[in-house]
T-cell receptor, first 110, second 114 residues
Framework: NAGVTQTPKFQVLKTGQSMTLQCAQDMNHEYMSWYRQDPGMGLRLIHYSVGAGITDQGEVPNGYNVSRSTTEDFPLRLLSAAPSQTSVYFC?????????FGEGSRLTVL | QQQVKQSPQSLIVQKGGISIINCAYENTAFDYFPWYQQFPGKGPALLIA?????SEKKEGRFTISFNKSAKQFSLHIMDSQPGDSATYFCAAKLSGGSNYKLTFGKGTLLTVNP
């Protein structure tokens, strides 16, 4: 049972490049979400989904897109990366309130 | 607008001592208050959680104290061990439905010296 799997673990981008952070869970959880973690800022919610086909914005959605075509997958897209998006990104899923987090994706934008 | 305020930002405790981390919230519609523990290079993991209908919850060496009237809750770690060294986040969830989005505090870096 893998839980929440995030790929890649590390990525370096140049300003203006695009990329997708992948997130997959094998627990059949309806709820999935993306957080970013920055020093001294805690965990801030980017986007979330309460089920396939349903997504909504969190606290810091600008510069990020999401989609949810299946229960298992919830990719996070950066269309034009900016240095301000340098961060550690965590995907999480939930069934009954407890969030299960992946191990994170560290993104550096130069 | 920070809805969950956490203090202190960092904490150093000697082995065997008591670690106390405090959080305060503003929105009375919150109905679930978890604490997450994060080790370096790992994702956060649920440590302990409480709902506002109880004032205290204890699991082993970890206790949440909840003061509904003051809108405050705290994590107490008894007999702190070096293995407890981690970042701790408090969080809160709005009541209702299947939306489990959490609002997190900014975190406390706990160091337990041997």
């Amino acid at each position: 049972n893998a839980g929440v799997t995030q790929t890649p673990k590390f990525q370096v981008l140049k300003t203006g490049q695009s990329m997708t952070l992948q997130c997959a869970q094998d627990m059949n959880h309806e709820y999935m979400s993306w957080y970013r973690q920055d020093p001294g800022m805690g965990l801030r919610l980017i986007h979330y989904s309460v089920g396939a086909g349903i997504t909504d914005q969190g606290e810091v959605p600008n510069g990020y897109n999401v989609s949810r075509s299946t229960t298992e997958d919830f990719p996070l897209r950066l269309l034009s990366a900016a240095p301000s998006q340098t961060s550690v990104y965590f995907c999480a899923s939930s069934y009954s309130g407890e969030l299960f987090f992946g191990e994170g994706s560290r993104l550096t934008v130069l | 607008q920070q809805q969950v305020k956490q203090s202190p930002q960092s904490l150093i405790v000697q082995k065997g001592g008591i670690s106390i981390i405090n959080c305060a919230y503003e929105n009375t519609a919150f109905d679930y208050f978890p604490w997450y523990q994060q080790f370096p290079g790992k994702g956060p993991a649920l440590l302990i959680a409480i709902r506002p209908d109880v004032s205290e919850k204890k699991e082993g060496r970890f206790t949440i104290s909840f003061n509904k009237s003051a809108k405050q809750f705290s994590l107490h770690i008894m007999d702190s061990q070096p293995g407890d060294s981690a970042t701790y986040f408090c969080a809160a969830k709005l009541s209702g439905g299947s939306n489990y989005k959490l609002t997190f505090g900014k975190g406390t870096l706990l160091t337990v010296n041997p």
